[in-house]
């Protein structure tokens, strides 16, 4: 069973330009969670979201960030004209249901580096 | 706001000894707590948690503590072994136990362990 899977690992781009990040949860999960690491800091919560339904972005900003959960395929997260402060390590955790009990799995992470 | 941290940026131990990792919390509404361990290029990995009715639970080497009375959480890892060397971040769960999980994570504590 393989763990939660996203890519690309690394991402560079120039100031503008767009990025997408992929995360395919765990089999069998269906809720999704994207988190934000600046470096030497914790996580931080960007957005929840289930299968098609976007449940609480509160901790993404308004404007150039957006995620998905398409019924099919992974979850996307794009980060629109991208600036040196989107610079960090972006974190897609899954778990199989809803409830601050479950426990989440991460993925390794997408380290985004903006020149 | 709410904020999760921590007392000590880093921990130096020699192999075999014992680690204290602390935390410290200002939320004192918060009913859950997690000990997360990321190892360097991945993503957290679950280690133990612990709910505001307990005082103590132990895990395999892991045992945590929680004083509500100063809202302060530790980490302690018994003989501690060179595959332990990690950054170590507790969370806290406020939506526990409804909800989901809107983790909020402390800034890490660096253990480096020396044989």
């Known amino acids: 069973n393989a763990g939660v899977m996203q890519n690309p690992r690394h991402l560079v781009r120039r100031r503008g330009q767009e990025a997408r990040l992929r995360c395919s949860p765990m089999?069998?999960?269906?809720?999704v969670y994207w988190y934000r690491q600046l470096p030497e800091e914790g996580l931080k919560f960007m957005v929840y979201?289930?299968?098609?339904?976007?449940?609480?972005e509160s901790g993404m900003p308004k404007e150039r960030f957006s995620a998905e959960f398409p019924k099919e395929g992974p979850s996307i997260l794009r980060i629109q004209q991208v600036v040196r402060g989107d610079s960090a390590a972006y974190f897609c955790?899954?778990?199989?249901?809803?409830?601050?009990?479950?426990?989440?799995?991460f993925g390794s992470g997408t380290q985004l580096s903006v020149l | 706001g709410e904020s999760v941290g921590l007392h000590l940026p880093t921990l130096s131990v020699q192999e075999g000894d014992n680690s204290i990792i602390n935390c410290a919390y200002s939320?004192?509404?918060?009913?859950?707590f997690i000990w997360y361990k990321q190892e360097s290029g991945k993503g957290p990995q679950f280690i133990i948690d612990?709910?505001?009715?307990?005082d103590k639970r132990q895990g395999q080497r892991v045992t945590v503590l929680l004083n509500k009375t100063v809202k302060h959480l530790s980490l302690q890892i018994a003989a501690t072994q060179p595959g332990d060397s990690a950054v170590y971040f507790c969370?806290?769960?406020?939506?526990?136990?409804?909800?989901?999980?809107?983790?909020?994570f402390g800034a890490g504590t660096r253990l480096a362990v020396h044989p």
């Open positions: 089999k069998g999960h269906s809720h």
């Open positions: 979201l289930q299968k098609e339904n976007i449940i609480d």
């Open positions: 969370a806290e769960n406020p939506q526990f136990p409804s909800g989901y999980n809107k983790l909020i």
């Open positions: 612990i709910r505001s009715n307990m």
């Open positions: 955790a899954s778990s199989p249901r809803e409830g601050g009990y479950e426990k989440l799995f």
């Open positions: 939320n004192s509404a918060s009913d859950y």
